[in-house]
């Protein structure tokens, strides 16, 4: 498109900024640019104890204030938390230098839509809108965008769904199930999606795209959970337990499963499954197979 910034393809950005730094995706990214030779800046709340000062500013997205003074001159910017608070704040963090944004949104955006839990539908439609003003923004002053949806994001001992999964395994040595558990799921790794980005970012032909990226194997809800067993080192015991008795008993999980549903045992039944051959083609996406490691202690 005549006019347009071109995204540079020969050597990494100079100055990027990662919002969600800490996040499951942004702590690896803050890793993987320095590697390339990046000069990199974080920005989370709560930046770690022992982080360079002169590297990370601590912010909340909610309340950004006069931060806009103290961002440095950036040409790239990341966004690893949540898309709807990073699109509300795009004025205060983008100033003229910017030329690339890769943001990360997620594959529920799609499938969870018609949802029967009512704040999945929201933040379903949250992602929606985040994706459509952050794009917006960006094509008002011609800003190279990139934007990711991964699916279930995983890192052993950090996230909120295995390792909560482990944690239950470790403490009960079993797992219910809801059903036979036959639902196809695509559990995807923190440090794959922040290689993706810095990838991504460096590609002229991934600008403008939406892309999902789900993990590297497709298999069945039970094998997932069975997948943890081995991880967590404890031989599989699986209970099957039928729908209907699990929707009446899903109070119960949820003292154990903070934010249990019954819609979770609903959607153990069903396929959550992403197309990625369009970032196999662009950009070389092969992420790793789910074999989780939770032998430490979680």
């Known amino acids: 498109m005549e006019g347009k910034k071109k995204v540079q393809a020969t050597m990494p950005y100079e100055n990027a900024l990662i919002v969600g730094a800490t996040s499951l995706v942004g702590?690896?990214?803050?890793?993987?640019?320095?590697?390339?030779?990046?000069?990199?800046?974080?920005?989370?709340?709560?930046?770690?104890?022992?982080?360079?000062?002169?590297?990370?500013?601590?912010?909340?997205?909610?309340?950004?204030?006069?931060?806009s003074n103290e961002i440095p001159p950036i040409t790239t910017i990341y966004s690893t938390g949540p898309l709807h608070l990073f699109a509300e704040s795009l004025e205060v963090l983008v100033k003229n230098e910017v030329t690339r944004i890769v943001a990360f949104s997620s594959t529920s955006a799609a499938s969870k839509q018609q949802s029967e839990v009512e704040h999945e539908r929201a933040a379903?439609?949250?992602?929606?809108?985040?994706?459509?003003?952050?794009?917006?923004?960006?094509?008002?002053?011609?800003i190279a965008w990139t934007i990711l949806r991964p699916t279930l994001v995983y890192v052993e001992g950090l996230d909120k769904n295995l390792t909560r999964i482990a944690h239950f395994i470790r403490r009960f040595h079993f797992f219910p199930l809801a059903g036979k558990g036959k639902?196809?799921?695509?559990?995807?790794h923190g440090t794959d999606l922040a290689k993706a980005a810095a990838k991504v970012a460096r590609i002229p032909r991934a600008a403008r795209k939406?892309?999902?990226?789900?993990?590297g194997e497709t298999l069945s809800y039970a094998e997932m959970v069975g997948r943890v067993f081995?991880?967590?080192?404890?031989?599989?015991?699986?209970?099957?337990v039928p729908i209907p008795v699990w929707k009446l008993a899903f109070s119960a999980a949820a003292l154990f499963l903070p934010g249990a549903t019954s819609a979770m045992g609903t959607r153990?039944?069903?396929?959550?499954?992403?197309?990625?051959?369009?970032?196999?083609?662009?950009?070389?996406w092969l992420p790793r197979d789910f074999h989780p490691t939770f032998i430490a202690k979680t």
């Open 210 to 215: 939406i892309y999902n990226v789900p993990g």
């Open 124 to 142: 379903a439609q949250q992602f929606i809108e985040g994706e459509q003003r952050l794009i917006e923004f960006c094509e008002q002053r011609d």
């Open 268 to 284: 153990m039944s069903e396929d959550l499954v992403f197309d990625s051959s369009d970032a196999a083609r662009d950009f070389g």
């Open 27 to 67: 702590r690896f990214l803050m890793e993987e640019l320095s590697a390339q030779g990046s000069t990199v800046f974080g920005l989370c709340r709560t930046p770690p104890e022992n982080a360079a000062h002169d590297k990370w500013i601590a912010a909340d997205l909610q309340d950004l204030g006069g931060l």
């Open 183 to 188: 639902g196809l799921r695509q559990p995807v």
């Open 230 to 240: 081995d991880g967590v080192g404890l031989p599989r015991r699986v209970i099957s």
